[in-house]
Structures are given as C-alpha cells and as structure tokens.
C-alpha cells in the first residue's frame, strides 16, 4: 500500500495535523521515506502545535511535543499534555512523546516542544540522554533552558506563533489549572 504523502505533497496546515491526530504507530500509512525528507524543524514544531491545540480542543493544557530520529527524520513518539483529560499530574506533551516512544536511545532524536520544558520535563530530557530540543514558546514560560544547556543539551528556539498565542488564551481562561500544571493542586491553593 502506497503512503497518502509523498516528496509531491506540500506539508501544509491540514497534512500536518492529519500527522499530528494519527496515531504514531501507523503514521507510515500517510508519510513515505520522499516525504518525511521534506520535513523541517519547522514542520515538527508545527506538529507539536497541533498537538498543543488537540489538548486545548479536550479542555486540556496546550502542550504539544514530538521526538524525531535525526538520521531518519521519521516521528519516534508524540504526545499532549493530559493533566486535566486523563487526571495526570505529570503526562505533560514530553512526557507523553517520550512514553509513546518507548524504550529507545533519546540520544539519537530531537524533541520539539511547544513550551518551555518545566522542571520535570526537563529533567526527564536531561536522564534519558537527550541530545537536543527545540521549544516553540520561551514568551509565556522559560526558565529550564540554561538548566537544559549546561547538562550538554543543545537548546534551540523556534518560536511558533501559533502555539504563544494558544498558550497566552489558555492562562487567561484558565489561571488555576495553569498553576496546577505547574504547581500541582497545592500551588493553587496558596
């Protein structure tokens, strides 16, 4: 059976978030190897974007995150935060991608996040070996970069506009589970 995208396809708004709903699993039913060869940083951050919104879309926090193989380029795990969705205090979108990937070798991939990873993401990133990560948002939270930077980790920003813009409604909307899912349940109540 022949992909649904190929080198032909142009990885516009709708492709990239058939990518983002699909499951990882199955993604080699829409992408072919000419295909995924077309795709950029900013293509993958997009993808977390999306992911971002798919939480946003569940009354979730808009977190998104993807982990690509740096020699194949293809998409190893995703995942979007699922604090409010599935009651989980730490399934942020990192966490989420790296459990969908599974047990590999996180030294030979690239995480793209929509935010700023929080000190548990980013420590997570650190333990497993991460090589490099791309954030998408430092406008509505930053911090955990120089942290990330120190421990060997290339940190690049790409900043989407997409996902600020997404991130900046979600805290006016929503302060308290904001806090929450930085704070935990005791953070809102202080």
């Known amino acids: 059976?022949?992909?649904l995208f190929d080198q032909k396809t142009r990885a516009s708004e709708p492709v990239l978030n058939a990518i983002a709903h699909m499951p990882t699993r199955?993604?080699?039913?829409l992408m072919d190897e000419g295909f995924i060869r077309t795709l950029t940083d900013t293509h993958f951050m997009r993808i977390a974007a999306l992911l971002a919104q798919k939480?946003?879309?569940e009354g979730g926090c808009p977190i998104?995150?993807?982990i690509v193989d740096n020699a194949s380029g293809r998409i190893l795990g995703k995942g979007h935060n699922t604090l409010v969705q599935e009651s989980h205090p730490y399934n942020h979108g990192e966490t989420s991608a790296i459990q969908d990937a599974g047990r590999i070798d996180f030294s030979q991939t690239t995480l793209y996040t929509s935010l700023?990873?929080?000190d548990v993401c980013a420590t997570l990133i650190r333990m497993r070996g991460f090589k490099r990560v791309v954030v998408g948002d430092i406008t509505n939270a930053s911090g955990n970069e120089a942290m990330?930077?120190?421990a060997g980790v290339q940190v690049d920003i790409l900043e989407d506009s997409g996902a600020i813009a997404l991130y900046?409604?979600?805290?006016?909307?929503s302060p308290a589970l904001d806090l929450e899912d930085w704070q935990g349940v005791s953070g809102v109540h202080q």
């Open 26 to 29: 199955s993604l080699s039913v």
């Open 168 to 173: 900046a409604r979600y805290r006016r909307e």
């Open 1 to 3: 059976m022949n992909a």
């Open 148 to 150: 990330l930077r120190e």
């Open 55 to 57: 939480s946003y879309d």
């Open 116 to 118: 700023s990873p929080c």
């Open 64 to 66: 998104g995150a993807v």
